[in-house]
């Protein structure tokens, strides 16, 4: 990093923390000069740089301010889901049913599980599928069914060996998206009726699959600052024959929260010790908002139990369908599998990809995406603190582009979602993230969306809602 970026990344740090809380004056020249040694012209430019990414804000003649007004934080989530006996899902309809309408382009998209593709180097991504497939060897469209096109492969396993993991471009198989990655990798693992650890609140997809599959399903609580339970997985891998878990261990979907790398390292050495495999989801792990990029679960696998899936869907091309899975020991089944069902993605997207992230404009571009995405998160907290009732708890992500909201027991997110939904606005009620349909009180909202007027209005709008039902809950 130069000087100036350095600066501002530990500024950027404060403000997350809460060292640095919204309505904040930022430090002085003179004092930042005194503690890092640096110019005023590094200073200037790294409150420049957190100006940029919507973090702060400058008043004339009075400095630069933290963004958001000056007032405690906003209170985290207490959501703690309630452990049931395994069960079949029929969560299905539910989800068609309200995320149907975050697929109209009049709708403002606060519900979606992507953010606005305005966020994405589509024009230069059209300029190397153009260049790429000028060039691609015939062979190569029958070559590459499956485990996929060997230069996007390698160019994967570069990012791995980035994070210290050693993983073979011959033991990456390209998907359609991480989803197909996902199901492949259950459908390898399981038979009916097997029973299946997903976290809750959960992926609304990884229900689908089980439902689909005709698996039975165990939720496992996620609290909202430490993330998946440890101790009650472990009483449950006891009690019961799990034959596989599927984890989201960073940036967690729907409530933004990340396992530490030390309780990572357990819970891989805890589902080894029993010979139970991990499906990782690993679609958001690159969206981090600190210094680093959290690792996965996968870096602790040391026996191959851990599937690992990611995507590009989430952070560079939705709609070129792109993801892989590592799938470790499991590598011929879930090849197979990819064999009898859909062959393989489409050979000049993957080519495509394969250029872009040979020209290095792929690390850029995720820098730039991370920088709005943090800003926009304060902008949303920013809306939720002046529009929604002050009993509301709100999770604090540090990467990805979701958090999770909790209002008073009684509160009807379902209820809520069809006046939001007549009004143009989507958002994701919280039974869809639970089998037993948990969470009633709570809902998940997308910041990833390319904030405006339209969303600042929509923000007030469901403030307005809710401040309507919640008014017997004395919020």
Not at 292 to 319: E, I, M, N, T, Y
Request: hydrophobic share 45%; proline share 8%.
């Amino acid at each position: 990093m130069k000087r100036y970026e350095a600066l501002a990344e530990l500024l950027a740090a404060d403000i997350r923390n809460g060292t640095l809380p919204p309505g904040t004056r930022l430090p002085s020249v003179r004092k930042l000069r005194a503690q890092h040694q640096v110019s005023p012209a590094t200073i200037f430019a790294a409150y420049h740089r957190l100006e940029d990414r919507g973090l702060v804000r400058a008043h004339e003649r009075s400095g630069y301010f933290v963004r958001g007004q000056a007032s405690a934080p906003l209170a985290e989530p207490q959501t703690h889901a309630t452990t049931l006996p395994p069960a079949e899902v029929d969560i299905s309809q539910l989800v068609f049913s309200i995320l149907g309408a975050a697929q109209d382009r009049a709708v403002v998209p606060l519900g979606s599980a992507f953010p606005s593709p305005r966020h994405f180097p589509l024009p230069r991504l059209a300029k190397s599928l153009a260049s790429s497939a000028r060039f691609i060897d015939p062979w190569e469209t029958v070559a590459s069914l499956p485990p996929g096109h060997l230069p996007l492969r390698q160019q994967i396993a570069l990012r791995y060996l980035g994070l210290g993991i050693a993983q073979p471009a011959d033991q990456i198989i390209i998907t359609n998206g991480a989803l197909e990655a996902l199901n492949l990798a259950l459908a390898a693992l399981t038979q009916p009726g097997d029973l299946v650890a997903i976290e809750s609140p959960g992926f609304y997809a990884a229900l689908q699959a089980i439902e689909r599959l005709k698996l039975k399903a165990i939720e496992i609580p996620v609290c909202p600052k430490e993330g998946l339970d440890l101790d009650v997985l472990a009483e449950l891998l006891a009690a019961h024959p799990i034959k596989a878990c599927w984890l989201m261990t960073s940036f967690q979907n729907p409530m933004g929260v990340s396992l530490s790398d030390e309780k990572k390292q357990r819970l891989v050495q805890m589902l080894s010790a029993r010979q139970i495999p991990l499906i990782e989801d690993d679609v958001y792990g690159e969206l981090y908002f600190g210094q680093r990029q959290p690792l996965p679960a996968k870096a602790f696998d040391r026996a191959g139990w851990v599937l690992h899936c990611g995507s590009f869907s989430k952070c560079l091309a939705p709609g070129y369908r792109i993801g892989w899975i590592a799938p470790g020991r499991f590598a011929r089944q879930v090849e197979q599998l990819k064999l009898m069902t859909t062959l393989s993605a489409s050979v000049p997207a993957q080519a495509a990809l394969a250029d872009y992230l040979q020209t290095g404009a792929y690390d850029k571009h995720l820098r730039k995406l991370r920088h709005v995405l943090e800003g926009q998160l304060a902008l949303m907290n920013d809306a939720i603190r002046r529009y929604f009732p002050p009993a509301v708890r709100v999770s604090r992500p540090q990467g990805g582009y979701f958090v999770w909201l909790e209002f008073p027991a009684g509160f009807d997110t379902l209820q809520l979602h069809r006046q939001a939904a007549a009004h143009g606005i989507s958002i994701a009620p919280g039974p869809i993230f639970s089998a037993s349909r948990q969470f009633q009180h709570c809902m998940r909202l997308n910041f990833g969306g390319q904030w405006g007027a339209e969303f600042e209005q929509a923000m007030q709008t469901l403030g307005r809602l809710i401040r309507e039902q919640a008014t017997s809950f004395s919020c």
